[in-house]
Structures are given as structure tokens and as C-alpha cells.
């Protein structure tokens, strides 16, 4: 499952309107068929990339239901728990995608959905942990 790149920039409202009617659209799939994966991937990337955090969280959970051992499924979840302010919930998903083999560490570094995440105080055990699974490798 790919990782959500959704650093915010300024939507130009024709660029809005065509995300709103993809996202009319997929919800639309998805009320069909709530187990269709790769739908919901894209409807919870269109929702993070419109603003409607709330509404990606809960597609990320609908996720994390359907493939509780998929690494960039905990992932993306961390990101939606850091964007809507639910930081200790965002830990636990990050630990949680770690623990599965998660390992694009510059990214996770560097990804703008876990700005406020990465000034939490329990972060460190996530840097901690990183800086443990790279010497792993190396």
C-alpha cells in the first residue's frame, strides 16, 4: 500500500472542485463495497488532501480493521491520528508500523502529516527506536 503524500498545499478552487467530485465519487464506490481496499486508500489520500482529517482518520481505521498487519496501513494511521491532534494514538500506530517492518526512515523524518507529532515529547521513543532497527541493518 503506498504511504499518503499529502503535504497541504493551497488547493486552487478549480483544483477543490475536481478533488470534491473524485471524493463524491469513491465514497460513492466505497458505500457499494466497504471492504474495496484500494478505494479507500485513495478516498482517505483525497480527504487528507482536501482538509477533512476527521473523515481520513476514519477511513484509515476502516483500514487498519481490514489489514491490521500491513505496515503502511498503521502508517498512514499515524499520520491521520497526528493531523487531527491525537498524538498518543499517533505513537502507538507509528510503533505499531514499525513493529511490522516499516522502515522508510528519511521519510518519516521528513513527512509534513507528522509535524506536530514529531515535537510530542513521547516521539523520542520513536527516534529511539528508528536509530535501533537502522543499526539492525546496517
Given at each position: 500500500?503506498?504511504l499518503?503524500n499529502?503535504?497541504?498545499?493551497k ?7 475536481d478533488l470534491?467530485?473524485?471524493?463524491g465519487f469513491?465514497?460513492?464506490?466505497v458505500r457499494?463495497?466497504?471492504a474495496?481496499v ?23 481505521e476502516?483500514?487498519?480493521?481490514l489489514r491490521p498487519?500491513?505496515?503502511?496501513v ?9 493531523l ?6 499517533a505513537?502507538a500506530a ?16 521528513r ?16 527516534r ?11
Open positions: 500500500m503506498p499518503k499529502c503535504a497541504r498545499k488547493l486552487s478552487r478549480e483544483e477543490a472542485k470534491d467530485v473524485k471524493i469513491m465514497e460513492g464506490v457499494r463495497d466497504p474495496f484500494e478505494a479507500l486508500q485513495i478516498l482517505g489520500d483525497d480527504y487528507t488532501r482536501r482538509g477533512k482529517f476527521v473523515a481520513g482518520l476514519k477511513v484509515d476502516q483500514l487498519s480493521q498487519d500491513d505496515p503502511s498503521q502508517y498512514n494511521l499515524a499520520c491521520s491520528y497526528s487531527t491532534g491525537n498524538f498518543n494514538q505513537i507509528l510503533e505499531q508500523a514499525l513493529n511490522l517492518g516499516f522502515d522508510d526512515f528519511k521519510w518519516l523524518a513527512d509534513p502529516d507528522l509535524t506536530g507529532l514529531r515535537q510530542h515529547p513521547l516521539y523520542k521513543n520513536i529511539a527506536k528508528v536509530r535501533k532497527m537502522k543499526a539492525r541493518k546496517a
